[in-house]
T-cell receptor
Framework: ETGVTQSPTHLIKTRGQQVTLRCSSQ?????VSWYQQALGQGPQFIFQ???????GRGNFPPRFSGLQFPNYSSELNVNALELDDSALYLC?????????????FGNGTRLTVT | LAKTTQPISMDSYEGQEVNITCSHN???????ITWYQQFPSQGPRFIIQ???TKVTNEVASLFIPADRKSSTLSLPRVSLSDTAVYYC?????????????FGTGTRLLVSP
């Protein structure tokens, strides 16, 4: 069973740039969620994708967007990067519905905005 | 969405049993209780999940009283490698744990 994998592991960007982070779900999972974790804080929910559609969103501006592909992998895109976007971005997959599973997290992408 | 409250930090020694209690007064009927462990610069790792009564696996036990308004994670005989942040979460498995809310977690420090 392959776990959740994220790429890249580290990334440095300049304020105003755009970034795309990628996530491969654990096999058998159909739902992907993205979280932002600032240093010393708990993860904050960004959004969730199910059947290639966003079906839940946290308190993040529209410049945070995402995609889920037919193979259940996912991307997180952030436009117009700000210094406060520096954080660990976590992807989690799960199986929704009857007999579902807990969230399984990847090890994240560490984004630094300078 | 059910909010959880846990102690900010706990200290223990190697070989002791550690019990971390989480309060979730507004838990909904369809919510499950899940505990995660997180080491620095890693993603949270699933420890245990339950709905009611007691659940045990190879690393921990989860005790849930009948009213489900709290839960206790029990780590038997902790070691130095159990030093981490532990998060208690409640969410509906059927919706893929939509908008799962993490608190600040409990920082467990295990000393020799």
């Amino acid at each position: 069973e392959t776990g959740v994998t994220q790429s890249p592991t580290h990334l440095i960007k300049t304020r105003g740039q755009q970034v795309t982070l990628r996530c491969s779900s654990q096999s058998g999972h159909n739902t992907v969620s993205w979280y932002q974790q600032a240093l010393g804080q708990g993860p904050q929910f960004i959004f969730q994708y199910y059947r290639e559609e966003e079906n839940g969103r946290g308190n993040f501006p529209p410049r945070f967007s995402g995609l889920q592909f037919p193979n259940y992998s996912s991307e997180l895109n952030v436009n117009a990067l700000e210094l406060d976007d520096s954080a660990l971005y976590l992807c989690a997959s799960s199986l929704s519905g009857q007999g579902g599973s807990p969230l399984h997290f990847g090890n994240g992408t560490r984004l630094t905005v300078t | 969405l059910a909010k959880t409250t846990q102690p900010i930090s706990m200290d223990s020694y190697e070989g002791q049993e550690v019990n971390i209690t989480c309060s979730h007064n507004n838990i909904a009927t369809n919510d499950y209780i899940t505990w995660y462990q997180q080491f620095p610069s890693q993603g949270p790792r699933f420890i245990i999940q339950g709905y009611k009564t007691k659940v045990t696996n190879e690393v921990a036990s989860l005790f849930i009283p009948a009213d489900r308004k709290s839960s206790t994670l029990s780590l038997p005989r902790v070691s130095l490698s159990d030093t981490a942040v532990y998060y208690c979460l409640v969410g509906d498995m059927n919706t893929g744990f939509q908008k799962l809310v993490f608190g600040t977690g409990t920082r467990l420090l295990v000393s020799p």
